[in-house]
């Protein structure tokens, strides 16, 4: 008697299900999340061959992808984050766009990229390790590139396995190197960050995750500090943060623990600038906040040129 069935793709692991067609519910044989018969997700199975060429050329092209752009800091801003991210699509969109075809690869293939790209980018971190440039730092940088670019590039195709694959990312970096955290993210997302702490970046930052609204009395001393005695004193200086602090902030938001480092931040610096102004200790209130932005820029960014702020 032939055996009637329903197909398509998890909408949790991507990988291909075949499932009894009387089944109104049933758990995925892969990552075992529970499901109804119609969450599966409809797309035309490939053949064998094809899905496993589409598996090795992702699993050739994904480290290049990471270590092929490093230093993505460099265009944290509203200005130059499009243009690059959109430069970094195109140059990897034949990768990018195999990774479906290369979910249908019958085992587990998502899980097998993931490991795959680890383990690439570990290797690399040892190759590439020079004195002035500690594997840590690599793979820090790694990191970044992983959360910043390859994350929002997959999450823009919106396809079930390309989201697939970012979770299992995400979950398996965590296992391998726990302190190194990262937040999955999508370009939206950052770009919305750019716009909604419009001149106050890191200030703003500390205050929203304190709870504190827009019109708060740190921010508004704050923003007359900028508007009064910067812009009549450093007006240059003004620039170079601008320039500076939406990487910094992009990369304690996505990069690390916000929930623990915008505290800190408030305790070693921002509460001792916030009493100078309230004493009108101008000078010190400036001196303080430099050595913010340069402490804060050789953290996240030791490569980075900007950061020695004058």
């Not at 265009?75 to 959109?86: G, T, V």
């Not at 950052?190 to 703003?204: A, D, N, P, Q, V």
Request: hydrophobic residues 35%.
């Amino acid at each position: 008697m032939e055996k009637h069935t329903k197909s398509g793709f998890c909408r949790h692991c991507g990988n291909y299900l075949e499932i009894p067609a009387e089944l109104t519910e049933f758990s995925c044989l892969y990552c075992g999340a529970r499901m109804k018969a119609e969450e599966l997700q409809k797309q035309e199975r490939v053949d064998c061959l094809e899905a496993q060429a589409s598996l090795e050329k992702v699993k050739k092209g994904l480290p290049e992808a990471v270590t092929g752009y490093l230093n993505v800091f460099r265009y944290l801003n509203a200005k130059s984050f499009p243009n690059h991210f959109r430069k970094y699509v195109q140059e990897n969109r034949e990768v990018l766009e195999a990774l479906p075809l290369a979910a249908q690869v019958p085992g587990a293939p998502l899980e097998e990229l993931t490991e795959a790209l680890i383990k690439a980018l570990q290797a690399w971190s040892l190759r590439e390790k020079k004195p002035a440039r500690s594997r840590d730092s690599l793979l820090d940088d790694a990191k970044i590139t992983i959360c910043l670019l390859l994350i929002p590039a997959l999450r823009s195709l919106e396809d079930p396995a390309g989201e697939a694959f970012c979770q299992l990312l995400h979950e398996k970096w965590m296992e391998a190197y726990p302190k190194k955290v990262f937040s999955l993210t999508s370009y939206e997302a950052i770009m919305s960050g750019f716009e909604s702490r419009k001149l106050c970046f890191i200030t703003t930052a500390v205050c929203q995750i304190a709870n504190k609204p827009d019109d708060c009395p740190e921010l508004t001393a704050f923003r007359q500090f900028r508007d009064i005695y910067m812009k009549e004193h450093c007006p240059d200086l003004i620039q170079q943060y601008y320039e500076i602090a939406p990487a910094i902030v992009t990369a304690i938001d996505y990069t690390d623990c916000p929930q623990r480092v915008y505290p800190r931040i408030w305790e070693r610096y921002l509460s001792s600038c916030y009493e100078d102004l309230q004493n009108r200790n101008w000078e010190r209130c400036l001196e303080t906040y430099t050595q913010m932005v340069r402490a804060l820029s050789r953290k996240y960014f030791p490569d980075m040129e900007k950061s020695q702020v004058q």
